[in-house]
Structures are given as structure tokens and as C-alpha cells.
């Protein structure tokens, strides 16, 4: 059975960073695309970005040239490192895996193996 864990949440101030990993265990990674999604309350989940297995990147408008998501192999993990953080940012922030990215990217509904989340809080 896949599992995947995501750590590295926390509270940030306006403009900070913060590192999130997604980290998998009896899975490898590398074949595999991998999504990271956010719910705010009271809101639906949305996708954040995707990285195929080749390496290509996807990202939400919302945050294009603020984060960055990237794979440490060696380590099975899949990081998105946040940059310029916004109040907005705020939310439980998941990954997930399916075989591609594709055009749909952004659809959580075809995306499995949910980890159980990690909360990004950005606030002064």
C-alpha cells in the first residue's frame, strides 16, 4: 500500500519561505507524477503544482515564480519550496500521485494515495 507523508508546515510571517516535503514509503517515487494540492476552509482543494516523472513541471497561476517543486530521488521525497508567502497561502497543503501530470494536472479527483496533510499558516 502506497503511503505518503507530507512535513514541513508551519506558521511563516508575509514574504517568508517554507519547505514542504512529500516523502514515500513502499513506493518509489521516480516513475510516478506527483501533485501537491491545498484546502483552505471553507474552500475546494485545488492543485498547487505537479512533477512528472521525466521532470516536468506544472504550477497554478496563483503561485508561478513564488514556488518551486523539484525530487530528491535519492531521499523519495518530492519537495515545493515556497517563496513570497501570502496570507492566501494559507491552507492544509497534500500530495498525491497518479501515473502523469497531464493536461489536467489540477484535477484532485484522479489523483490517489492522499498523505494526511501538513498546515501552512502565513500570518503577521
Known amino acids: 500500500q502506497v503511503q505518503l507523508v507530507e512535513s514541513g508546515g508551519g506558521l511563516v510571517q508575509p514574504g517568508g519561505s517554507l519547505r514542504l516535503s512529500c516523502a514515500a514509503s513502499?513506493?518509489?517515487?521516480?516513475?510516478?507524477?506527483i501533485g501537491w494540492f491545498r484546502q483552505a476552509p471553507g474552500k475546494e482543494r485545488e492543485g498547487v503544482s505537479c512533477?512528472?516523472?521525466?521532470?516536468?513541471?506544472y504550477y497554478a497561476d496563483s503561485v508561478k515564480g513564488r514556488f518551486t517543486i523539484s525530487r530528491d530521488n535519492a531521499e523519495n521525497t518530492v519537495i515545493l519550496s515556497m517563496n513570497s508567502l501570502k496570507p492566501e497561502d494559507t491552507a492544509v497543503y497534500y500530495c498525491?500521485?497518479?501515473?502523469?501530470?497531464?493536461?489536467?494536472?489540477?484535477?484532485?479527483?484522479?489523483?490517489?494515495?492522499w498523505g494526511q496533510g501538513t498546515q501552512v499558516t502565513v500570518s503577521s
Open positions: 513502499r513506493f518509489t517515487l521516480d516513475y510516478n507524477a
Open positions: 498525491a500521485t497518479r501515473q502523469l501530470c497531464g493536461s489536467r494536472w489540477y484535477d484532485p479527483t484522479s489523483f490517489g494515495s
Open positions: 512533477i512528472s516523472s521525466g521532470g516536468t513541471t
